[in-house]
Nanobody, 123 residues
């Protein structure tokens, strides 16, 4: 059973930055794609970014291009989401997840999820 734990959320002003971390247990990142997703109040969960074991990156949301990046540290078994130039509309609970395979698939294919971390962008 894959376990994922997000951290790094918080309150940040518009234009600010945060780095979210996803700690992954029981698996090696050499085998599994890891994605970041978010869910804003009253909205459906949406994909943000995903990284494969071969460092192929998939953007699910055009709105984060040029502002968010994803990276992995296989030694620490962590995947990071660096978020810059944050906007009010980035406010959401952010989740990391894995489809249990090496491919960045659609949201419905991700089978293991963390508990989420809240990101609030507000002045």
């Amino acid at each position: 059973q894959v376990q994922l734990v997000e951290s790094g959320g918080g309150l940040v002003q518009p234009g600010g930055s945060l780095r979210l971390s996803c700690a992954v247990s029981s698996v090696t990142l050499d085998d599994y794609a890891i994605g970041w997703f978010r869910q804003a109040p009253g909205k459906e969960r949406e994909g943000v970014l995903c990284i494969s074991p071969s460092d192929d990156i998939k953007y699910y949301a055009d709105s984060v291009k040029g502002r968010f990046t994803i990276s992995r540290d296989n030694a620490k078994i962590r995947v990071y989401l660096q978020m810059n130039s944050l906007k009010h509309e980035d406010t959401a609970v952010y989740y990391c997840a894995t489809p249990g395979s090496s491919q960045c698939l659609s949201l419905d294919d991700f089978s293991s999820w963390g508990q989420g971390t809240q990101v609030t962008v507000s002045s």
